[in-house]
């Protein structure tokens, strides 16, 4: 079996309404599909993080991949990247989340050519339930949908979340520049979902490490679960940590600091950060090892959720819920999606390697709205348009 050729597709994944975040307002997520085609007639399907993946590719990877074994994913890896270890000045990160859409691909191929879905290519299933995290946060409105601006609004929000489909765990935004609005929010959610709903918070980085040891000081009596990047850098993350019992995660996958500076307890990533499913695997394995939880990220289109379902399938070490915004996302390019989890969980798909199907309408709609829109900018201030904010919003 050969690769016969691979094509690349921009995409826009819309949300049904922006959500504020540190940043600004975000009203979706711009991607690229990945479709790896073979002369056996399989076809596999990948992700990538960017529309920018789109040239790195189609120009640089896929010369060097035609005519190559699909199922010599490492033989593959050799031919696009250099080697790398851990985070560094010399390493080109683009071209390795690039190499992650087309390394979940392969992926894709090697399943579908042995029958097997992804997860028995793991190692098989220690659950077939896996568990996600629905979001909240404060949104703007689009149309009939969103414009939750006040604590009470987004309150009500998740309690409708419970009431209608189950959810028990909820994670969200709490990075508003006056951090008294956000402390409300989380006061009104552990009052009315009650004791046992699990909430965890992201700042994104929002906070100076004095203003997050005074919001650590407010919100530490209501149980919050985990804390995403509440300061800038696990230095200062370290530092909060002699403040705070609340544990925190983190985006960015650099092991050995966290390591040595005893933060974060949890890893957020998606497959690409680290150059594909299987470099993924041996993350989570060396987390295992020194007991940081890992979790998987939201934002995606389902090809990427699919592969974050068997990862939680095959691998007992991701035993908390993942972040999901499957609530909050309208379309999908899969004739599966977009997923729907019920008291928090969604069935892993049984079919050979990821398990989806690409949907040729909804990826051209997707595609389209790509071109008339161009990518989504996520750091767009709706207070002040045309200017970039800059943190620490307090």
């Known amino acids: 079996m050969k690769i016969t050729a691979i094509r690349a597709t921009p995409v826009n994944i819309p949300l ?36 920018a993946n789109v040239a790195t590719i189609e120009r640089s990877f896929a010369p060097k991949l035609l005519g190559r074994d699909p199922v010599d994913i490492q033989g593959c890896e050799e031919a696009c990247l250099p080697s790398w270890r851990g985070i560094g000045t010399d390493i ?8 992650g859409a087309v ?44 414009g939750e601006a006040t604590p009470e609004a ?28 956000s402390i409300r929010m989380l006061e009104l959610l552990r009052k009315r979902l009650g004791p046992m709903a699990v909430l965890r918070i992201d700042s994104n980085k929002a906070y ?17 679960a985990c804390w995403e990047d509440p300061v800038a850098s696990l230095e200062d993350m370290a ?22 500076l005893g933060v974060p307890d949890a890893f957020c990533t998606d497959v690409n950060v680290h150059g594909g499913i299987g470099r993924t695997v041996r993350f989570v394995a060396a987390c ?29 070490h991701i035993r ?30 049984e079919g050979p390697g990821l398990g989806v199907t690409l949907a040729r309408d909804k990826l051209a709609h997707c595609h389209r709205l790509f071109l008339e829109e161009g990518p989504y900018d996520k750091y767009r201030d709706p207070d002040r348009p045309g200017v970039f904010r800059r943190l620490p919003l307090a």
């Not at 080109?92 to 190499?99: N, Q």
């Not at 028995?120 to 220690?126: N, S």
Request: charged residues 20%; glycine residues 10%; contains cysteine.
């Open 288 to 316: 295992e090892q020194v007991g940081i939880d890992f979790w998987c990220y939201s934002g995606d289109s389902g090809v990427a959720s699919a592969a974050y379902l068997h990862l939680a399938a095959a691998l007992p």
């Open 154 to 181: 987004v309150a009500d929000y998740c309690l409708r979340l419970h009431e209608e489909h189950g959810t028990t765990c909820f994670e969200g935004k709490v990075a508003t520049a006056d951090p008294a609005p």
């Open 16 to 51: 049904e309404a922006p959500y504020l975040w540190s940043y600004g307002a975000l009203g979706g997520f711009s991607k690229t599909i990945v479709e790896v085609e073979t002369d056996a007639g399989i076809a596999g399907l990948g992700e990538g993080p960017s529309p």
């Open 92 to 99: 080109d990160f683009a071209a390795v989340r690039a190499f």
């Open 103 to 146: 390394e979940m691909a392969l992926w894709d191929i090697r399943g579908k050519a042995w029958s097997q879905p992804l997860y028995q290519l793991l190692g098989g299933a220690h659950r077939k339930r896996i568990a996600f995290a629905d979001y909240f946060g404060f949104r703007e409105r689009r149309g009939s949908v969103g």
């Open 208 to 224: 100076s490490l004095a203003a997050a040891r005074r919001i650590a000081q407010a919100i530490e009596p209501l149980g919050i």
């Open 320 to 349: 908390e819920p993942s972040q999901s915004l499957f609530r909050m996302q309208p379309l999908d390019v899969i004739e599966e999606g977009p997923f729907r989890p019920r008291a928090n969980m969604l069935t892993v798909p």
């Open 239 to 260: 530092r909060l940590r002699q403040h705070t019992a609340i544990p925190f995660s983190v985006h960015t996958p650099d092991f050995r600091r966290a390591v040595s």
